[in-house]
């Protein structure tokens, strides 16, 4: 499942700062220090940048993420890429599950935090896994719909998938003649 933001407050200039946000999050490496501006090339082959915005110092942003790893580096970059757009930004970057830190951005502990398609749909819609859309832009849309409807944007998805794998040796799986991951299910209690 692609990974979003979910932004509790309704400023349009966050939409801008986090879509751009994860294309372009960094420094140059010019030895001198940091840059005041940042670009890479997006999966699209354009290079985006995010400015730096002298207005943007006025607003202080907390970013949050939940307590483990992967979570806590998407954090850091949407931190730093606010911090690129002139924004100043706290960090929550351990608050620990889902549900913790939809209640810390919901009770404005934090203004936002990166959080997985799939999880908002299965964890707070409560839409049974059997029914997940497996089409990214269906499944975007119902959390849009669903988290707008608790007062919650959440901004479109990253360029990037969070997916999970099932590794078997080819030996392994011709034994147990696995083609495909479903065929495991009756297998689980026996691996």
Do not use: W
């Amino acid at each position: 499942m692609r990974t979003h933001p979910i932004i509790r407050i309704p400023l349009a200039a966050l939409a801008v700062v986090l879509s751009a946000g994860l294309v372009a999050c960094g420094s140059s490496d010019n030895g001198g220090g940091s840059s005041s501006s940042s670009s890479s090339t997006a999966s699209s082959g354009q290079a985006a940048a995010i400015k730096r915005d002298g207005a943007n110092a006025k607003t202080t942003i907390t970013v949050g993420s939940k307590n483990f790893t992967e979570q806590k580096v998407l954090g850091e970059i949407y931190a730093q890429a606010f911090e690129a757009a002139g924004y100043n930004v706290k960090r929550a970057l351990n608050l620990g599950d889902e549900q913790t830190a939809l209640k810390a951005l919901k009770g404005g502990q934090i203004s936002g935090y990166p959080e997985y398609t799939g999880t908002a749909l299965l964890s707070f819609l409560h839409v049974p896994a059997g029914k997940l859309p497996s089409d990214p832009v269906a499944a975007y849309d119902q959390v849009r719909a669903g988290m707008g409807k608790q007062g919650i944007q959440a901004f479109p998805p990253t360029p990037f998938t969070s997916s999970n794998e099932v590794g078997l040796l080819k030996k392994t799986a011709t034994k147990l003649g696995v083609s495909k991951i479903s065929v495991l299910k009756p297998m689980a209690g026996k691996l």
